[in-house]
């Protein structure tokens, strides 16, 4: 040991000396005159880099999701309710209201455009998977019950929500936007169920193989694809200048649809299929990938939503389920840690729950969320009832249909920067959504112990509500 | 059927009727008044939105990435040596030469901050992997020779860095840098070993198991420490103002490795065991990324590079060798197709091989690459050839350890970021770093082919060049 230390240490400092002899050498050089690097940072020290800045709006961010999704998941809640609520306390409506100052240095004005974009990859990334989980092959031979059900509860909450926009038009609509784009959006606003919630919840409680549970889930199916259908025109209207130019987003819309759906699909599946099924390669992955952003970017282009296009790509991927549930894990994850919490914190900063300052908003706060739950929650216990369900099955049926989450606050934010939605009314849906979401459990409970005291021969076997204990979080 | 089809038609033709008189009704509406949403955006269909800029970018990117990456492996060489091009020929070196329009339109200025800091993000998750991938626990019974020629091979290319930078300063140092920092840090530049592409290169060649491959990656582990920690002093001098700030600085660092080594490391290891090793819940995974981005930060903030922070956090990871590739390929798979190329594309951005434009530049940049060979494949050679390995072993380890790859393109890149390094030197460096990984192949055969005409009896079972047939792409 001694043989190699000796020489070791030598070397070391016969090169530390030679090194230090020329550093100092060197000092005597004139300086240099080369031009200096265009991007040439502050060189002060702590001072907050961009990536500085972002590394800690993860971290605020994350870890207050997780926060409140905990408290939220204790008292019986989906997750996400809790997510919605840290989001919205990061933003002006208690952070920036009590700590203006924290809040500034948190989020400064110039990080914001980052914040948004990465909040939307999430959301791109989200609706991959909630396209990936949507089974349409289960709906081809579904009841027709489902159907009626579903479109009705489409229906009744989109024309409930037609109506209130009359009312809410004059004080509620931003200057410049016509009554025609403000009342199809506030339509959708009303109908939309989330289905990555639903599935959740259903799950949570043991419901998913129940007839209550399938046909929920069916209707859930049916709805997210009409809305977003729905959705997409009214962003072609909104985006598009005339008559003429939104037809042609509308066309374009349409044809891409149709090419993903019986050209690149089927293409797609045979490629993929050519591999082993099940664990996808890095390469598949790879493809995968520049598949979703390739389409994202297309409807992007096209002028409708780049999310339409990622929820395509998760429609048409291969059915193999070990192959989607190795995607789901591959992006989902790392994405519902990090990207959608961004997603709920910059949907928070845009949220001014302190706009509701007069009775009068809190009114029509209260008429919004009276609205939706009559058009969601009626409408689908209605076409439930008419189509022979159980009194008090229909109303589970809309309970569950009711849930609004993650989805809505997707679908609003695109109204948002449309410009169609002011702020004002853009915090009152928010809080529709968080209301509708959170009322979701309760009722569920209220329809089981009404049927218990009832004694109504239940006519499922799991309907009993098992307190959330699950290991898979929901996250939508 | 017809009993369900009848009434359901009736339902959608009354509510589609209804909605469409009350939109009709609402046309005559006085117009809305509410503030507009302070972000609206332009509603020119097709126009570019930062979203799809991003998108466009990252399909841009990591296709050419990947076309280029399988290029160079036809050719027998790593990945990296593809990818790294991609990003040059993505930058002003070709494309926005031959085609500026394109190229202003792809990577429009005000969308470089993102993609600077998503090249970041990419950096920091692939600094986690390397730190992941580095097993420190393995040196610790290591032959004293390894440990010398590592050092060697540091020390060696180091002074004779500093030397060149005797010649280099007065043309390619910025204004205003003072000369030991330039000389410190051309010092790294010289002396770096890309340890994850030495890693594949083993792999791919079979020889990761041969006392030649485990001396050269107990080397280049230990080369990557003390590089890592030496690039850190000098980012701690290079942004402190004065003497006591960049002690400070350096003092803050290293205790902030103490507490990761000796507190931190301890503690999650024993969160982390409490669990079932192996597949790691969502749970688990949320705290390991938090853990990342907290030590990312803190490192960002006490003025040293949040790299640093991202590689120590993987050092520290339980050495289970399940849960590791678990997090490899949950961390990795995706921020390697879809991060990385975006950090080649940002270094290709900034790298001007047009800056290049006289003979007296050429010949400097020739003596750069002759320098940096001469140090590091010299330097390892000689001291592997002092403790007693073969000459033609010892040609090879030197030529091994001469891979430079991603890991110097990202100490150049904070090189850059802080003003020591001008935009030329920058260029030539890089194209050091390009041409020292590429040559690392064809010596490797090159001794090869010399061991077997020279019929000396071969000191290890699988030298034999085995061109690379690996599922497991380099990534870096």
């Known amino acids: 040991m001694r043989r190699t230390l000796l020489p070791y240490a030598v070397l070391v400092l016969v090169f530390v000396g030679a090194i230090i002899a020329v550093l100092g050498h060197g000092k005597r050089l004139e300086e240099g005159r080369a031009a200096a690097p265009p991007a040439a940072t502050a060189l002060d020290a702590g001072a907050a880099t961009p990536l500085g800045t972002l590394l800690a709006q993860i971290i605020v961010v994350v870890v207050a ?4 999704g905990r408290l939220s998941a204790r008292i019986g809640q989906p997750k996400v309710i809790g997510e919605i609520v ?9 952070l920036g209201w009590v700590a203006p100052a924290v809040s500034l240095s948190l ?9 948004k974009l990465l909040a939307e990859v999430g959301v791109v990334l989200f609706m991959f998977v909630v ?16 159907l009626v059900v579903s479109h009705a509860s489409i229906l009744l909450p989109y024309f409930l929500g037609v109506v209130l926009s009359l009312v809410l038009y004059r004080s509620l609509a931003p200057a410049g936007v016509p009554f025609v784009p ?11 169920t989330a289905f990555p919630v639903l599935a959740r919840i259903l799950e949570e409680r043991g419901l998913t193989r129940t007839p209550l549970g399938s046909t929920a889930i069916t209707c859930a199916a049916v709805d997210d694809v009409t809305a977003w259908s729905i959705l997409a025109i009214i962003v072609a209207i909104g985006k598009a200048q005339g008559l003429a130019s939104s037809g042609l987003t509308v066309l374009m819309a349409a044809s891409f649809i149709g090419l993903m759906w019986y050209v690149v699909g089927p293409a797609v599946r045979w490629i993929i299929g050519r ?21 994202a970017l297309t409807t992007e282009r096209i002028g409708i939503h780049a999310l339409f296009g990622a929820f395509l790509v998760g429609v048409v991927m291969p059915r193999e389920a070990t192959f989607r549930a190795e995607l789901v894990q591959r992006l989902e994850e790392v994405s519902a840690i990090l990207f959608l919490p961004l997603f709920f914190a910059f949907t928070g900063l845009r949220t001014q729950i302190g706009l509701l300052d007069t009775a009068g908003s809190w009114l029509m706060c209260l008429a919004v969320i009276a609205v939706a739950t009559a058009g969601k929650l009626g ?5 439930a009832r008419l189509s022979g369900m159980g009194t008090l099955d229909a109303f589970a049926l809309g309970a569950l249909m009711n849930t609004r989450g993650l989805v809505e606050l997707i679908a609003l934010n695109v109204g948002y920067e449309l410009g169609i939605l002011s702020p004002r009314i853009f915090a009152m849906l928010v809080l529709m959504a968080l209301v509708t979401t959170f009322s ?28 959330s204990a699950s290991s898979r979080p929901p996250q939508s």
């Open 65 to 68: 999701a997780r926060l409140c």
């Open 86 to 94: 840290a989001g919205i306390l990061l933003g002006p409506s208690l």
């Open 107 to 115: 989020f400064p004005s110039n990080s914001l455009g980052t914040l």
């Open 131 to 146: 396209g990936l989980e949507l089974d349409l092959e289960s709906l081809r031979g579904v009841a027709h019950t489902a």
């Open 182 to 192: 403000f009342a199809l959006f506030m339509g959708i606003a009303m109908s939309i």
């Open 275 to 295: 591999g082993a099924p099940g664990r996808p390669s890095k390469n598949i992955l790879a493809f995968v990938l520049l598949m979703l952003i390739g389409s």
């Open 379 to 383: 409408g689908s216990m209605a076409a």
């Open 440 to 467: 979701t459990a309760p009722l569920l409970a209220l329809a089981d112990r009404l049927r218990k005291r009832r004694s109504v021969p239940v006519d499922m076997e799991n309907a009993a509500v098992r307190p």
